[in-house]
């Protein structure tokens, strides 16, 4: 994690992974969502806290549900639908659910799938958002199969050359098994920086990096500074001569499949209110369908010790793969708690007296 990014250890409020949980499962549940819906979205929450994707965990995004459920745009007890099915594949309509609560219940309907078929994919409609797109993903490892998710994220990003958000964040998450390697489970959104990690830098009082956003008319900035009120998020590469086409294609292509492929209407946002909400797909490749499910696993640990084996260059002391760190901090929060910015703790505090509850961090 860049230190952009990362509470200090001076000021972090470190809460035990199990308290944080209750407290967590306890707000969904007094804000109408029944038991089922509750564990999942806290578990979706809590799976990027304790692997240290704080950007998609209760930081920034417990406050959102909470007011969207309070709204009335976050339906608390989605009731889902299939509306096209074939052998292999499933659209569906989740209610306005949050996709924290349905996408677990959507990966596992593709697990099911690829575990009769070979592969299995599940797009869905009229959603919400869905939390860290590896939750999703890492659901398959269990099964020995390879889980993909994607989401049609928040309309912030500038295609390349343009001076206009028209595509998404649009994080893709992939999840692979092994035998005694950590998985490989990588998760990143098309833009050059994720939306909410801008939300932690801001916290934090942390300057942009260069190619991270544009002025407000498109124009990329290439210096360290402080966020400008109006900007706009540039594409993954950040200008074309480093590669931002390719940021801008693959945010296109996320956009197309899980926004226009679901019927989700989301993928071309340039107006709220389409009535189809948020679009998410969801696919599961078993392993066994493809080959030897031990010879995989197996090339799997070769191939990622490999990597890490890699000379390293001058000033870096390591290789790793997507995943590697991840594991690391879920070690390490696990035994020594969450680290929370003090402002996140006041915010649970100030909504356990707003709603009625006590204070169960206390």
């Not at 306005?96 to 299995?120: C, F, H, S, T």
């Not at 020995?144 to 928040?154: C, D, Y």
């Not at 124009?219 to 966020?227: G, V």
């Not at 035994?335 to 961090?361: A, C, D």
Request: hydrophobic share 40%; glycine share 10%.
């Amino acid at each position: 994690m860049l230190k952009q990014f990362a509470v200090p250890e001076n000021i972090a409020i470190r809460i035990p992974f199990t308290k944080m949980r209750s407290a967590v499962e306890a707000i969904f549940l007094e804000l109408g969502m029944n038991e089922g819906d509750a564990i999942r979205s806290t578990d979706t929450l809590l799976y990027a806290d304790v692997r240290g994707i704080d950007s998609h965990g209760v930081s920034n995004m417990l406050r959102v549900y909470v007011t969207g459920l309070q709204s009335g745009d976050i339906n608390p007890k989605p009731k889902w639908k299939i509306e096209r099915e074939f052998p292999a594949t499933a659209t569906v309509d989740t209610d306005q659910g949050l996709g924290v609560a349905v996408g677990p219940e959507l990966m596992e309907l593709a697990i099911e799938k690829a575990r009769v078929y070979g592969v299995g994919t599940v797009i869905a409609n009229n959603g919400r958002h869905f939390g860290a797109a590896a939750y999703h993903a890492q659901l398959a490892l269990d099964h020995n199969m390879i889980g993909l998710s994607m989401t049609v994220g928040g309309l912030s990003v500038v295609p390349t050359f343009g001076a206009e958000a028209r595509v998404g964040l649009n994080p893709l998450a992939i999840a692979v098994p092994t035998d005694k390697q950590p998985p490989f489970i990588f998760d990143a959104s098309m833009s050059s920086v994720a939306g909410n990690k801008i939300r932690l830098a801001q916290r934090l009082g942390e300057p942009i990096l260069p190619g991270w956003v544009a002025e407000a008319d498109g124009t990329p900035i290439m210096e360290s500074k402080e966020l400008p009120d109006d900007f706009l998020i540039l594409p993954l590469g950040g200008t074309r001569e480093i590669g931002s086409h390719k940021g801008y294609s693959l945010a296109a292509s996320i956009d197309i499949l899980a926004g226009i492929l679901s019927t989700a209407g989301s993928a071309f946002q340039r107006s709220e209110g389409n009535g189809k909400g948020t679009g998410h797909h969801f696919t599961a490749f078993n392993v066994e369908a493809f080959g030897d499910l031990t010879e995989f696993k197996e090339n799997m640990d070769e191939y990622l010790v490999a990597l890490q084996e890699t000379p390293t260059a001058p000033g870096h002391d390591r290789v790793i793969y997507a995943g590697i760190e991840e594991h690391e901090q879920e070690i390490d929060r696990r035994e020594r708690g969450i680290p929370y910015h003090p402002e996140v703790v006041e915010w649970f505090e100030s909504t356990f007296s707003e709603l009625g509850m006590s204070n169960l961090l206390a």
